[in-house]
């Protein structure tokens, strides 16, 4: 099922006016207008929240409107400087996103992220990754996905939540309570459609089509059409001329799954020779279908460092064409590196002895592209054990190497457990502890290794220490705790033990 994501930025003009300025820009809570010319007539085109607060709409005079408030800040509308930010901000979202990105004119863009949400999370925590990306970028945004472009379109605008997530099914239900605006007709047809008492589109969508067809045309019914999904409405996705793009056409559409991967195995090599021309590889490829009935479907394949490997990003791409449904044929597939970095030819080496070690870039590119996530551990600069780990990419080459001059234990937990213990203070280590309901009895044991909190970063710990203890109980089990202060101050802790890793 097709998913279409909305957003819509209802103080674009205003929010890229008030970026374009950058420090001079005036205070938010300022009213500010944008004005457009409609023959000798000056009038509002777009305003701020604050502005709208005030009372003004779009639509007013300029003249009135600064009337209204004497302190409004005007500035004249730029459609042209407008669409070109909007075509930047698609693109922008095309290499984040989706392969399906195209500016929404003149406040919004639109998304098909069918099979893409479980990239980042869930259909939910993309949504809000979108806004919250905005949100950095200084724009106000609302945002809504559905089975179709015109209910998502209408709900991202008309909807009454900042993020809406229409379920499969339920798009009449969804936008019958809404406008008629919503449905992206001409404002006349609005006002007249009023006069003969629609004011819902759910009102609309019940009454026989073909009266309202023969008085007002075909462009109401194509519209509730393409709401409700049962009429397609192609997505042109945008494009630049910096991207390394390959095409095949085809006389007679395609359809087979085998045909499609013959074919996909074809452009990507095409793809791997501009790219090398290019000096580039493919971060980020992006395989767009066209169907004879004007529907688009797209599958998408990311690496984790650059690649122009053929039967590397063939893999990648014949892995998913299950989730293609070619429909009546495919008459168009378009192959487009979305992102692309440097990449040097390196010279192949001969060797008769097997290497030791494989590279594993290949298996993490398709897990990775598989919804799924691939780290490791690394070593950062902490003398707090847990804090001396972090996640890094799979194939990351810079990570610092593990401090050798104490020894470490094998698992670290998540978080030190506590434990009951039996102790001489300060120094000593315990001669038996209590962890998980089990007692142990303590037959060897070695330190203590003082741990100082890092007062430079946190207030609280300008006094912290732990005291590491290295213990084997009465099975050879050895186990990592600490007493929490130097066991005699209770500034420096609280003097309680915990559990904190285990040795081999």
């Not at 009102?203 to 309202?212: C, D, G, N």
């Not at 479907?297 to 690496?303: F, K, N, P, V």
């Not at 378009?334 to 097997?354: K, N």
């Not at 705790?481 to 003097?495: K, N, P, Q, V």
């Amino acid at each position: 099922m097709q998913r279409v994501v909305s957003l819509y930025l209802p103080t674009w003009q205003t929010d890229r006016y008030r970026r374009m300025l950058g420090d001079a820009a005036p205070p938010v809570e300022t009213p500010v207008v944008m004005i457009a010319r409609q023959g000798s007539r000056r009038l509002v085109a777009a305003l701020n929240s604050a502005a709208m607060k005030a009372g003004l709409r779009p639509g007013m005079p300029a003249s009135k409107a600064q009337a209204i408030l004497p302190g409004l800040v005007v500035e004249d509308l730029k459609p042209e400087d407008d669409a070109k930010a909007l075509e930047d901000l698609a693109f922008w979202f095309l290499r984040i996103y989706a392969p399906i990105v195209a500016p929404d004119a003149p406040d919004g863009l639109v998304l098909d992220t069918t099979g893409a949400d479980h990239l980042h999370g869930n259909e939910r925590l993309m949504l809000t990754g979108m806004i919250n990306r905005l949100h950095a970028l200084g724009f106000t945004a609302r945002a809504a996905i559905a089975e179709s472009w015109g209910a998502a379109h209408a709900l991202a605008r008309f909807g009454r939540e900042a993020v809406t997530i229409l379920p499969e099914g339920s798009v009449r239900e969804a936008l019958a309570p809404l406008p008629l605006a919503a449905l992206r007709l001409d404002a006349h047809l609005v006002n007249e459609l009023k006069v003969l008492g629609f004011r819902r589109i759910g009102e609309l969508a019940a009454a026989p089509r073909a009266p309202i067809t023969l008085r007002f045309g075909p462009e109401v019914g194509r519209r509730l059409d393409q709401a409700h999904g049962v009429l397609s409405e192609p997505i042109e996705p945008v494009r630049v001329a910096e991207l390394v793009t390959v095409r095949r056409f085809f006389p007679e559409p395609i359809g087979a799954a085998e045909t499609i991967a013959k074919y996909t195995r074809k452009l990507v090599s095409d793809l791997c020779l501009d790219l090398e021309k290019r000096g580039l590889g493919a971060r980020r490829v992006d395989l767009v279908f066209h169907r004879v009935d004007s529907g688009v479907q797209a599958i998408r394949a990311g690496t984790s460092k650059p690649a122009r490997d053929s039967k590397q990003l063939s893999r990648l791409l014949t892995d998913r064409i299950e989730t293609i449904d070619p429909g009546f044929g495919i008459e168009k597939m378009t192959l487009t590196a979305t992102h692309a970095e440097p990449l040097l030819a390196g010279q192949a080496r001969s060797i008769l002895l097997e290497e030791a070690g494989g590279d594993i870039g290949e298996a993490v590119d398709i897990i990775l592209n598989r919804g799924h996530k691939v780290y490791r551990y690394a070593a950062v600069q902490s003398d707090v054990p847990e804090r001396s780990v972090e996640k890094i990419p799979a194939e990351a080459t810079d990570a610092p190497g593990w401090p050798e001059h104490w020894p470490r234990p094998v698992r670290l937990l998540f978080r030190p457990e506590p434990i009951q213990t039996v102790a001489l203070l300060p120094d000593h280590p315990p001669r038996s502890f209590t962890w998980r309901g089990v007692r142990h009895i303590v037959k060897r044991a070695d330190g203590p290794e003082r741990v100082f909190g890092e007062w430079w970063k946190r207030d609280r710990e300008l006094s912290a220490v732990r005291d590491y203890f290295r213990v084997e109980n009465e099975s050879g089990e050895r186990f990592w705790i600490f007493r929490s202060g130097d066991g005699e101050h209770t500034e420096t802790g609280t003097l309680d033990w915990f559990m904190h890793g285990f040795f081999a």
